[in-house]
């Protein structure tokens, strides 16, 4: 079960279960976080696909203070890292920012995508070089929102179910 502030929610599939996991920040940024299903694409995946993305509302900023989503799982024996390359504005005709840039608010509001994490110079920005696995831990880099700093919580994820994926907060 997610913790207090973080939900599964059908942001991307209305018609699935839900697989985004949404975790209410400070200043009512979110953060979202979708590990996409096989089904996504007509072969399976050799490497993890993460879909995350970052709403800020106006009057707020928010920054990554660092550019490394590190992983752990049992089936590893050493951590793994995904590199954000670059930050972009999906609904600002894919305005790029790099990795530690202050992202200002917007002030679009409903389901609107955000900034987008980029894990690769070419192809899907999801798309990491990390090979598929069916159970991991993700730890995302702190976030300094409106100047101060807020740690995200660790993240595990389980493969898919007939139920959908298992995705909560540690």
């Not at 595990?156 to 139920?163: D, G, M, P, R, V």
Request: aromatic letters at 8%; one cysteine or more.
């Amino acid at each position: 079960m997610p913790q207090s502030g973080a939900e599964l929610v059908d942001d991307l599939c209305p018609s699935g279960p839900p697989h985004t996991l949404r975790i209410a920040l400070p200043s009512q940024v979110e953060l979202l976080i979708t590990v996409m299903p096989e089904t996504v694409y007509p072969a399976t995946y050799e490497h993890l696909s993460l879909y995350i993305r970052l709403r800020v509302p106006a009057g707020a900023t928010a920054r990554f203070a660092g550019s490394d989503i590190v992983l752990t799982s049992a089936a590893w024996p050493e951590p793994r890292a995904a590199t954000i390359l670059r930050i972009v504005d999906v609904d600002a005709n894919y305005l790029g920012y790099s990795p530690l840039a202050e992202l200002p608010g917007t002030r679009r509001s409903g389901k609107y995508i955000g900034y987008v994490l980029s894990f690769t110079s070419s192809g899907p920005r999801e798309a990491t070089t990390i090979p598929a696995i069916d159970s991991f831990t993700m730890r995302l880099p702190s976030l300094l929102i409106d100047g101060q700093e807020t740690s995200i919580p660790d993240v595990a994820y389980a493969k898919e179910t007939l139920h959908g994926p298992r995705l909560v907060c540690d």
